[in-house]
């Protein structure tokens, strides 16, 4: 295992595959993503894989609590966003076939660094490994 980074914690490593979880700045558990790179046994092509989990906004427009003669319209109005929002998500996935979600991170300057210095850490031990099996 290499020296800790801020940012970037080591999942696992062997010596055809090596596995990272990258902080977002916010700390939000939902901005990190993973990142696996590996060595194709039979091409040795060394393969980056970047996964995340994205979601799309669940309710939609939340509304401020508002009182109109003794009732809670927004309660309403967030039930009505919340199927409204539910039924554009279901159509859309049948008419296209997919639905659009998205995911950020945000890296600070340390961050980015550390995580160029993992991609190229992991590259460079990948090729090494690559290289000995194909003296073999």
Known sequence: MSKPMKGVMEMQE???????????DCGDNDHMHDLTMTLDQDDYVIETMISFNASSERYGKKYP??????????FFK??????????TMTYT????????VYADIILNEEFAKN??????????????VRNERKKK
């Open 78 to 87: 967030n039930v009505y966003n919340w199927w409204q929002h539910r039924i």
């Open 93 to 100: 996935l049948w008419t296209k076939g997919y639905v659009e």
């Open 65 to 74: 609590v508002m009182v109109d003669d003794g009732k809670i319209v927004s």
């Open 115 to 128: 995580y160029a210095d993992v991609l190229n850490t992991a590259v460079t031990d990948l090729s090494n």
């Open 14 to 24: 062997y010596d055809d595959m090596k596995s990272y979880k990258i902080a977002c």
